[in-house]
């Protein structure tokens, strides 16, 4: 049943460095902590932010976290981007008794990939996720009421802006990595074509140079389906039209082999002909019950537009591909997963080799993953991924005081 | 941007019967004519039939077409399977103005990969189809409404079953072959497992032995949207539910090669910020549209629950595909498409292995396409598929009496 499964080409391989070998086949590395109790934070923008649209968006703030400590030149800092229904909270416990750590535990913290003994890590919600950051949900000033669909579009650029604003208020002009994983990397590859000279290695993981048109398609299914629910049913049936619109999305980050052999063709015992006989039918109901309790459908509208209008073909080159990477120059790791669909490696090649063929310092880790494009979550896949971020964020590392 | 396509692994290939290279070499064959006009042909069962579940739906009437001459002997008779949204109108035209040909015209008359210079067709619609069977649609004679939800659940095994008492009303006992694609693969499958000493060859295009999580997942999406139109639109909504429904099950049909070079990322002129913004979105419901018009949500319900249940090893084996298996006679031979991602080769593959260990006659040729699972429906492929086909169906067919 891994009939998707498909060895990275050849000439991906060909492409991992010496040194990521090295890494690969390193002596246990020293053994991991936990970043412990974290507190939430908040930046507040009276002013605003002037979005890519030509609209002024006012007053923003944005939720954020950090991790480790800031070196006392800035010189050791990684920015964190999260995916699209991620958050700020990336790791550790809010308090105690959370049942979760945040959303990236796995990799962050001290001796994991991103070290907290090291670096000092900062992850921001991003404009329209209800997570704290301003969003549909926010207040319309000329209103007093949300702003739900009077939001204005935003692009994945608003984004990184909101990053930069955030940063800058923590007195940071230079970032020594960004990472992130698709949607998240978006913006980590955005910054290194938007703000070249502020970023000095960019890891993106699981995102191309532009949304491709399956990607549009599917998101397109899942916003007419909130937009159908909302019609004819109102806020109930845009909340169903989530739940429908998360199935789809959570299908299209996983395999036909992680369906496999969660569920096969299981049958549940509290069948209902049409809406449950089998397993992975009340499964993503149930996931999709669990996503309706912290997203919104307003907020999922504006954050999938952004994603189908990611471009950066079209927004620095004119167009043209090539013309947008020649800004590049940061070292940058590209990483993908075999089976992943939504975001298939093709895609990170394409910028890869453009990349290249223009003397970028760039390279392309395809990992052997079954399980699809959420690969970077699953923690099965962490004795692969570690290795791959942590080599690439800690060579060449030694201009960076790390405290 | 080909990144999903994938060569056939080795032991596939290796499956290909030498007579097939052969054919694949042959000399440019005889030249194709065409079926030219046919006509809707109907079969009245005043009792109707007794289905899987149990129950007797009655009456039932099937709507069919037939293709070529019944040899006197009847040896000569091939029973080709629609898929989901298909009918029985698969050749030539009804009248001389229809703008398209029957849905598989390309393979279909003289010296084509189906020759009715030699070969008897015929198609049945399945049950819960609207295009003339028996279905949602059609009046319960127990209200004097149309059925709609109040009709039964079926399965691949009813369609089945209404093929053989149409057959039989001709007086058609055995097949010389059964042939179909995606949930007329199902049925070809279906037959050669379900009465095996009436078929001497069945061809099984781009179907497994069973439906995968990922196709109960996806038609779960498409019937709960239709569900959720239906609560809360009535028919309207249905409708719309069905429209995206369709939009997906479209997506599932095509590759990403497909859909980047139908579209890229190329935009709309008629753009509005929510539903249209890119060729891809206005494609969709361009499609969704013409479907609308020609099918329907109840229909649509039924039909996927039939696919969703199609399981052979559980119907034929007590959950053992091998013990299912083992009823076959006829000689098999399975098709797939490297990029089909509904009924990926693995699923074929599977299947194919079981019947050779038990030393039955079947192989498996995966042809190389990245047009996805409806590559047996786009014209570009035929040159790969006619001779697959057309090996097949004329291999030692001496005994075949064609006229």
């Known amino acids: 049943m891994t009939g998707e499964r498909v060895a990275p080409p050849r000439d991906l391989q060909a492409t991992m460095e010496p040194t990521l070998d090295a890494a690969l086949r390193a002596d246990a590395p020293a053994s991991e902590g936990e970043v412990g109790l974290v507190a939430p934070q908040r930046a507040v923008f009276p002013n605003g ?41 990336a790791a550790g416990r809010h308090h105690p008794d959370e049942r979760k750590p945040g959303w990236w535990d796995l990799y962050i913290g001290p001796n994991k990939a991103l070290d907290t003994n090291r670096f000092f890590i900062i992850c921001v919600n991003v404009l329209a996720s209800p ?55 978006m913006r980590a590859f955005e910054w290194a074509v938007r703000y070249p000279e502020r970023v000095r290695k960019a ?18 299914i899942q916003r007419q389906t909130i937009l159908m629910g909302l019609e004819h ?21 996983l395999s036909e082999h992680a369906l496999w052999s969660k569920f096969g063709r299981d049958t549940t015992p509290e069948t209902e002909f049409w809406s449950v006989l089998f397993q992975v039918e009340s499964y993503l109901e149930y996931k999709a019950t669990t996503f309706l309790q912290r997203f919104d459908p307003f907020c999922y509208l504006y954050i999938t537009r952004a994603m189908d209008a990611f471009d950066l073909g079209y927004t620095y080159g004119g167009g043209d591909l090539r013309r947008a990477m020649e800004r590049v120059q940061a070292t940058m790791r590209f990483v993908s997963f075999t089976s992943d669909w939504l975001f298939p490696p093709s895609g990170q090649q394409e ?22 494009h959420d690969s970077f979550l699953v923690e099965r896949v962490k004795p692969q991924l570690k290795p791959v971020l942590k080599e690439f964020l800690e060579r060449d590392a030694d201009g960076v005081a790390g405290v």
């Open 233 to 253: 049913g109102g806020l109930d049936g845009a909340n169903r039209g989530l739940m429908l619109a998360r199935m789809l999305a959570h299908i299209s980050y």
């Open 351 to 372: 910028a890869v080799e453009v990349l290249q063929s223009l003397g970028k310092r760039a390279d392309h880790v395809v990992i052997d993953s079954p399980w699809g």
């Open 49 to 89: 932010l002037a979005l890519t649209n030509g609209q002024r968006l006012a007053p923003v703030e944005a939720a954020y976290e950090t991790y480790g400590a800031l070196a006392p030149d800035k010189s050791n800092v990684i920015l964190l981007c999260h995916a699209l229904s991620g958050g700020a909270h």
């Open 131 to 185: 997570y704290g950051t301003t969003s549909p949900l926010s207040i319309d000033p000329a209103t007093g009421e949300p702003y739900h669909l009077n939001f204005p579009p935003i692009r994945v650029a608003d984004w990184v802006e909101l990053e930069r604003m955030v940063l800058e208020s923590l007195g940071i002009e230079r970032l020594y990595a960004v990472v992130g994983g698709s949607t998240g990397g």
């Open 203 to 220: 890891l993106v993981i699981a995102a191309p140079a532009r949304s491709s048109p399956m990607v549009i398609a599917l998101n397109h």
